[in-house]
Every structure is written in structure tokens, then in C-alpha cells.
């Protein structure tokens, strides 16, 4: 579901430059002495938070094109007074030219837009160009994190990794615990308290 813009979401973002960039200044987030991941459609935090929390030594960003829910991630991560997750309020397209080659030990996709008709399915964000880009900034074992409530992308997704030379690690029709490298969105203690199907797949770069 969309969510309304909130006149206030704006105006926060442009006051904690600290933990909101713009897609020029993510280069400097990268340190040889920490890893760093990568979430693609942070939504309202959630996820984000819990895994920055959860893993205090590791570096997450989140990238939110929406500007309310990135505005409520944001307040969020100020909130839980986070060091170590930063979010980019723009479209995935224009964000990832700006990311450093091998940089990112791994990127998650959570319940992304399953874009169900045909010809929208270039927009997928598990389309072949988007694969492609995922590959180079990937480190050289780097694994992209697929959740979905989407049977058809989650089919889709699976054919086109190994396509694009992915290896698959784990692949579930089911997934109901997590792993340690794993964490709850706000759809997912949803769709877990309804008994929805949750499609997974761990992949490694090939």
C-alpha cells in the first residue's frame, strides 16, 4: 500500500543530512575496515534498524525513493541513536552508478513491487539489468537476499539468477524462521501472523 506524503517527511530529511544522502555521497561510506549491506526498498525501517542493532561492527544502507516512509525509517534510526545505518531517499536506478565496484557484501530485496504484468517486468528489481549491476558491486562472494509474498517473481527471480550466473544457496517456498544475516519487515509480521507464504532465496555472486 502507498503511503500518503506527510508535509513534515520532507523538511525532516533535509535536517539529518548525518544519516540521509544524496546518491553523490555514498562513496563515502565505504571503509576497508567494515562491511557494508545493502537494502533496496527500506520502506519504513524496519528491517534496517533491526540489522544495524542486531549488527553494530557491519554498516547497512537503505534505500527508499518514497519520501514519508524513508522520513519514518529516518526518524527511527534517530531515534535507536544508530551510527551504523544511513539511507538514500531516491530511485534505485539513479543510485546504483554511485556505489563503488565490490563493496557490497550483500543486498536485500524485501517484498519489492512484483510488477505482474509482462511488460512491466523490465521493472522488476530482479530483472536481467538489474542483476547485472548487482554483480558489480558485489564483493566476489557477495549474496543478494530475495524475500517475497510473490509466488510468480519468486519464480521469475529464480530463473533469471542462474541466467546471470548466480549460484543459488537457499531457496524456500516457505521460510518461517531467520537466519542470523536476517530480519522482519513490517509486510512480514504481517503476512507471518496471517499464515501467508513467504518465498525466499539466498544467492551467491557466481
Not at 53 to 75: L, Q, S
Not at 116 to 131: G, Q, S, V
Not at 157 to 178: A, F, P, R
Amino acid at each position: 500500500m502507498r503511503q500518503k506524503n506527510k508535509s513534515w517527511a520532507q523538511p525532516y530529511l533535509l535536517e539529518h543530512p548525518d544519516i540521509v544522502l544524496d546518491p553523490g555521497r555514498i562513496a563515502g561510506c565505504f571503509d576497508a575496515k567494515r562491511r557494508v549491506y545493502l537494502e533496496i526498498g527500506s520502506g519504513k525501517g524496519q528491517f534496517l534498524v533491526t540489522m544495524a542493532m542486531n549488527a553494530p561492527d557491519h554498516f547497512f544502507i537503505g534505500v527508499e525513493k518514497a519520501t514519508t516512509p524513508c522520513a519514518i525509517a529516518a526518524k527511527k534510526i534517530v531515534a535507536a541513536g544508530l551510527t551504523n545505518a544511513m539511507l538514500v531517499n531516491e530511485d534505485i536506478i539513479k543510485t546504483l552508478p554511485e556505489i563503488p565496484d565490490a563493496s557490497i557484501e550483500a543486498i536485500y530485496l524485501n517484498f519489492s513491487d512484483p510488477w505482474p504484468k509482462k511488460r512491466h517486468h523490465k521493472r522488476r528489481l530482479t530483472a536481467p539489468e538489474f542483476l547485472k549491476s548487482y554483480r558489480r558491486i558485489l564483493v566476489s562472494d557477495g549474496t543478494l537476499r530475495f524475500k517475497s509474498d510473490n509466488e510468480d517473481l519468486f519464480l521469475f527471480t529464480s530463473q533469471e539468477l542462474m541466467k546471470s550466473g548466480y549460484n543459488i544457496e537457499q531457496s524456500s517456498t516457505n521460510y518461517e524462521t531467520l537466519d542470523e544475516l536476517d530480519a522482519v519487515t513490517e509486510y512480514e509480521v504481517a503476512f507471518r501472523r496471517e499464515g501467508v507464504a513467504i518465498y525466499r532465496l539466498v544467492a551467491r555472486k557466481g
